[in-house]
């Protein structure tokens, strides 16, 4: 901002500060293009650096009625503006922060849905093998996996279980190669 | 050209100014408590100083919130009015002056016309100093003033507050007149 500018600032400041309506408009397009650019600078984002702007502006005019005329325009609004850039860059980087934290959130998800792959895949497997199982042993699995016992004698249903799963563990190894 | 976002952003901000300017004139209108308090203390009747000093409080803030000339004139008249205050509002406290009997009431009412005649000179002297519009100073000035003398000027009844608001424009005109004339 040349001289010319910054002595024009103060004065429509000034005016502003007493109640003088007028200066208003020569003020805000004194200003506008001044921090816009400002923030751009300091963000190096557009987008935020419109948001700073704005809202560095309406703190700008918000306060102009309690301007102390006595100190510099220039130098006073643009403290607002840098400390607003400031609080930008803060949020900015709070909100990177969030993302990486929702992005690990995410891998959390992924592992959850590997392991639901992987159990998925198993199942398959198993269910692949009892049905390449002899009848027998089939229906004593399912038993099993569905806690429906037949109408036999304990013993009988407890010999027919290892046998059945002697069985499975020993097609397991073959298709495998271990347990 | 403006571009969509800077006319946007203008429109708030001129709304942001003009809160901003309404929350500082509302702070200043706080000042109404020091002439109210004083009219407590001095004997006015406390409803009487509670209606008062809302109409002040009230003109007050508009004025500041409006600024320029009758920003200014509000502190003036708010100063200018503390001498019609204070003079009948101490008269009726030491006992010079009491309500009921005629000739007491005359010497307030002779404090009001004194305390108004000296604060329409504060007004018009102060409106005639600089000011581009001394006619709306001095009417916004002026009326301050009047709320302010009439928290005192009240305890002498109806003609107290007449016979100020009387004395602060018989006042007020010529001397802004008279020094305006001496200036040029």
Known sequence: ?179 | MDTIDAISVRARAKSAYERGRLMRGARESAVALLPAGLALFGGTAPRTVLVTAAVLALVVLGLRSRGELYGRAAFVGMTAGLVPLLLPLLMHRSGFCCIGGMSCSALCLVACLGGGLFAGALVGFRASAGERMPTRFMMAAGLVALIVGSLGCVVSGAAGVVGLAAALAASAVPVAMAFAVARR
Do not use: Y
Not at chain 1, 8 to 23: C, H, K, P, Y
Not at chain 1, 171 to 178: F, K, L, S, V
């Open chain 1, 1 to 179: 901002m040349d001289l010319t500018t910054r002595n024009a600032v103060q004065g429509l400041m000034v005016r502003l500060a007493d109640g003088d309506r007028s200066a208003f408009d020569p003020l805000f397009d004194a200003l506008w293009p001044s921090v816009r650019r400002f923030a751009e600078r300091a963000l190096g984002s557009a987008a935020d650096a419109d948001d700073a702007a704005q809202t560095a502006l309406l703190k700008v005019f918000e306060r102009a009625a309690v301007f102390d005329v006595d100190r510099d325009a220039v130098a006073w609004i643009f403290g607002i503006v840098a400390f607003e850039c400031a609080t930008v860059r803060k949020r900015r980087m709070r909100r990177r922060e969030d993302d990486a934290s929702v992005a690990i959130e995410g891998l959390a998800d992924d592992e959850d849905l590997e392991q639901a792959a992987i159990a998925r895949g198993l199942h398959k497997a198993l269910v692949d093998l009892v049905g390449n199982l002899k009848s027998e042993d089939h229906d004593t699995i399912i038993a099993i996996l569905s806690g429906q016992r037949p109408d036999v004698p304990a013993a009988t249903f407890r010999k027919r279980v290892e046998r059945a799963m002697s069985r499975l563990r020993i097609a397991w190894r073959t298709r495998h190669g271990h347990d």
